[in-house]
């Protein structure tokens, strides 16, 4: 039987995910690949964010595909595999939330789908701060225990010595595993396509008997909020998410000002927007904390509230 590749793309909130994915798909790679986006709010921003970017999209929305979403997950992999015109490599960009291992288990449900490597996404300038949080470590060691190669991200914002000072530190996690540095999504894309099971260390091959052996993957209660903005510009955005407090661990949206649309990102404490052009911005945002927050005298005061398990 011939089986279609699917690759897990995993890594933290704000690890540069949805960047690697818009790489993949605007290069002349000639693959057909098929793009499963999850993301944890009501509304998909990321699968927003890549739609103009070719090939075919499916979003799934409203939780991490490992637990609350998970049947949706099943369901979809099953209907792409039974379209009469297979992709040649399904891509699923997890959310920042996701046990990958839990994901990869789908595959030794359905013989024709196999299980390449998983990369993951490490953003260099946030994670050690983020894996010594109560809050968040447990789901980033299971996405670092899962990966069979890493891409690091981010090393632009720390420079030459601050890079090589956190390969150092990285380093006990890596146990014989590749490791490549990734700078706006570029990457070598034979990482994802000629890389196979076989390449994989004994200790990192993937373990047939993953489906058995999950347990029930139960992290830490967040809460998102969603809504639509008007035309508003970034610094304000910034400046409401800043009265926020230390609770909100990612925010992000397509948004319009008077100089067109835009991609905002928060993630780390850190704020980025990009412009674009080829986006039909929706005004879509959406806002993830560590719990409950009072929005009543922010922008984001109409916003409907969702828990993620």
């Known amino acids: 039987m011939q089986q279609t590749p699917l690759t897990i793309l995993t890594g ?28 944890f709010g009501v509304l998909n921003i990321d699968e927003e964010i890549i739609s103009s970017q070719g090939g075919t999209q499916i979003a799934l929305a409203n939780g991490c595909v490992c637990c609350t979403i998970g049947d949706d997950l099943g369901r979809t ?21 996701s046990d990958p291992a839990r994901i990869a288990a789908f595959t030794y449900v359905d013989r024709s789908l196999k299980l390449a490597p998983i990369l993951c996404c490490v953003d260099s300038s946030a994670y050690l701060k983020q894996s010594n949080d109560i809050h968040l470590a447990d789901t980033m060691e299971k996405q670092v225990r899962a990966a069979d190669i890493f891409l690091l991200t981010k090393g632009d914002l720390l420079g030459d010595d601050a890079s090589k000072q956190f390969e150092t530190a990285f380093a006990p996690n890596l146990n014989d595993r590749p490791f490549y540095w990734s700078v706006q999504g570029q990457v070598d894309l034979s990482l994802l396509f000629e890389t196979d099971n076989n390449q994989l260390t004994p200790e ?33 955005v910034k400046d409401n998410i800043a009265t926020l407090g230390p609770y909100v661990l990612r925010a992000k949206g397509v948004l319009t000002d008077d100089d067109g649309a835009y991609i905002y990102q928060y993630a780390s404490g850190r704020s980025d927007v990009e412009r674009s052009n080829s986006l039909d911005p929706s005004n879509h945002f959406v806002i993830l904390c560590s719990r409950e927050v009072d929005l009543t005298e922010t922008i984001f005061a109409h916003f409907s509230e969702k828990s993620v398990i």
């Open 204 to 236: 990192h091959a993937h373990d047939p008997t993953l489906l058995e052996t999950a347990q029930p993957y139960l992290h830490t209660k967040l809460v998102s909020y969603s809504g639509h903005l008007p035309p508003i510009n970034a610094q304000t």
């Open 77 to 97: 992999l099953h209907d792409v595999m039974s379209r009469t015109l297979l992709p040649e490599r399904i891509i699923i960009e997890a959310s920042g939330i």
């Open 12 to 39: 933290f909130l704000g690890s540069g995910k949805t960047t690697l994915l818009r790489h993949i798909l605007t290069q002349n790679h000639g693959v057909k690949i098929t793009t499963i986006v999850n993301d």
